[in-house]
């Protein structure tokens, strides 16, 4: 039953960053602390080091200076007022004035019972309130297959947006279809080389630069079959159009099937070509020009360059140095096309009118244009005074595919890599997404064939899943000889089982600061620290039967620790979910 101390409505976190609140509320009241102090930076998490606690704030330690007093000083204060809390059974002053906070069993109790009661919403928060956030991801060149080096950035926008969502934001998945630069029409070429063969012609080997892959063979096929012989010695300009679009639509479905495998569907696929054609560069410029953002001027000589080797070209320059850039940037060429940071600063523009937050997920090569891009967005999304719309790019490293420690050889289906359709029909959709969010994007990883599918404590992927279905395996076996999860005694729960609740109800803060940072990769470090937790406790019972889940002469303390079991099973259902992972019931 859930005391009035604790409400149902709230995780223990929320809770007791309530009570710190209320504790300081009283201390305004009684004159010991000046009102209007903020308060935003006040914290209520675990300790550290778990000895020293539950709970640690720092809220002394933030408030004291502009409190114009101590930290250590208010720290006292502040420990006798949450010492009164009925749950908090110490209250203690670490270091220059942090406090630490030990709560009863009951307190971690209630929110065992509170993961009952939501199930599949347990960790869920109404922190984004309802704002929309546009995730970018993917956006690969529509040239081919999905390959490995799409891979982990496709995973961590999915899991991104998939979290955002479950913290209370709307999210739009977008993706953005690269169809108006110069790799299309090679796309078109390589084609018609295929369309030709398609034919019965003998094309011998695919030109040097245009795409050799086999997987261009049915499309040639399908060419030849819409076509005839039409275009097979027509002139270039004839086919390049049609050609070009077939080639690109086909392409898309490829692509969309191969992302299908992994678990990704996008929203929104938004084409460049689309974009160019509705003249949304023209009133990108437009709008920069009327807020004298845009002007037409010279760069400077490429460092190496001397006046007689460089000839310089007016070009209409953005202000990006207003915005931290270190040069103004063209958006465009001085053939009067667009360049990639003209056509990319419209498609932002275009997507800060419908969200109110923007997140592209980006290659780690892209890094040198990630300056230019918040830029111009900060300038399109705060004129006039007004706050620019919140925009983040995450960069994301590549990923080195091994077999037994060696790099794996060339796709010759793909032409020059090897598919990401290829290695999720191997290791499985769950092993490839729970892999991809095991070490931050920014770091460089291996992803080892053997390794990701060993059953070992090193493999997280199998430790996390392994830890789920012991759970519905024991819970299996209770069933069997008759006992069923109960919520009637806990309080026979001891501390070695209270210590896997204390970490199993850190996941609706965990939550909140992985979507806060954009950083869905906490939830997989998350999901480890907990599964390492169940297994340790499972472990004592190897040595000790009488710390069993069940344990038979026990009726009333086996269902209480079923219970417990259930919940922690819960939490890692609920984690693995964020990240498009089933949670496996047996493996």
Request: net charge negative.
């Amino acid at each position: 039953m859930t005391t009035d101390s604790t409400p149902s409505a709230q995780t223990l976190f929320a809770h007791y960053a309530g009570v710190i609140d209320a504790a300081l509320d009283a201390l305004v009241a009684a004159g010991s602390l000046p009102d209007g102090l903020p308060r935003g930076a006040v914290t209520c998490e675990p300790p550290r080091d778990a000895s020293h606690g539950d709970l640690a704030t720092n809220a002394a330690m933030v408030l004291a200076k502009p409190a114009g007093t101590n930290p250590r000083a208010l720290a006292g204060l502040l420990v006798e007022e949450l010492a009164r809390h009925p749950r908090v059974t110490s209250a203690e002053i670490a270091g220059p004035g942090f406090i630490n906070l030990r709560l009863d069993a009951a307190a971690w109790l209630d929110e065992l019972r509170l993961i009952a009661a939501r199930v599949g919403d347990y960790g869920r928060s109404t922190l984004g309130g309802g704002t929309t956030v546009n995730v970018e991801y993917v956006s690969a060149n529509p040239t081919g297959p999905m390959h490995m080096g799409h891979c982990r950035g496709a995973v961590v926008g999915d899991a991104l947006a998939a979290l955002l969502e479950f913290a209370g934001h709307k999210v739009v998945k977008e993706y953005y279809v690269n169809d108006a630069g110069a790799q299309v029409d090679v796309l078109a070429r390589s084609a018609h080389v295929r369309y030709r063969e398609a034919l019965g012609e003998d094309v011998g080997a695919i030109p040097e630069g245009l795409y050799p892959g086999d997987y261009l063979v049915p499309l040639g096929q399908q060419l030849a079959a819409e076509y005839g012989d039409r275009y097979a010695a027509a002139p270039e300009a004839e086919w390049l159009v049609p050609f070009r679009q077939k080639a690109v639509a086909a392409m898309l479905v490829m692509i969309k099937d191969d992302l299908a495998k992994l678990g990704i569907r996008h929203d929104l696929f938004s084409s460049e070509a689309e974009l160019q054609a509705a003249g949304k560069p023209e009133a990108a410029e437009a709008w920069l020009r009327a807020h004298d953002l845009v002007y037409d001027g010279h760069l400077e000589a490429p460092k190496g360059k001397t006046p007689e080797d460089w000839e310089p070209v007016e070009l209409p320059l953005f202000r990006s140095t207003r915005f931290g850039d270190d040069q103004d940037r063209p958006i465009k060429k001085s053939d009067g096309s667009w360049t990639y940071f003209g056509a990319d600063l419209a498609y932002h523009f275009q997507k800060a009118e419908t969200a109110d937050a923007l997140v592209d997920i980006w290659g780690a090569d892209h890094a040198g244009t990630v300056k230019r891009i918040k830029a111009a967005v900060a300038a399109l999304t705060g004129a006039e005074g007004a706050a620019p719309k919140p925009f983040e790019v995450k960069l994301v490293q590549m990923v080195q595919l091994l077999r037994d420690g060696q790099p794996v050889k060339m796709s010759k289906r793909a032409g020059n890599f090897v598919t990401l359709a290829d290695v999720v029909d191997e290791v499985g959709k769950d092993v490839v997404r729970f892999t991809m969010l095991t070490r931050k994007p920014d770091a460089q990883m291996d992803f080892d064939f053997a390794k990701v599918v060993e059953a070992s404590k090193d493999n997280p992927v199998f430790y996390v899943q392994y830890a789920h279905a012991r759970v519905c395996s024991t819970l299996r076996k209770g069933a069997a000889e008759g006992f069923a999860p109960s919520a009637e005694t806990l309080d026979l729960l001891g501390e070695e089982e209270l210590a896997v609740l204390k970490l199993a109800a850190q996941m609706p803060r965990i939550v909140e600061g992985a979507a806060l940072a954009r950083e869905p990769h906490r939830i997989a470090f998350f999901l480890y620290d907990l599964a390492a937790a169940f297994h340790a406790y499972w472990n004592i019972g190897n040595d000790r039967p009488e710390k069993r889940f069940i344990v038979a002469q026990d009726k009333a303390l086996t269902e209480a620790r079923l219970f417990l079991a259930a919940q922690i099973g819960q939490v890692v259902k609920n984690g693995l979910a964020i990240l498009g992972v089933e949670a496996a019931e047996e493996l």
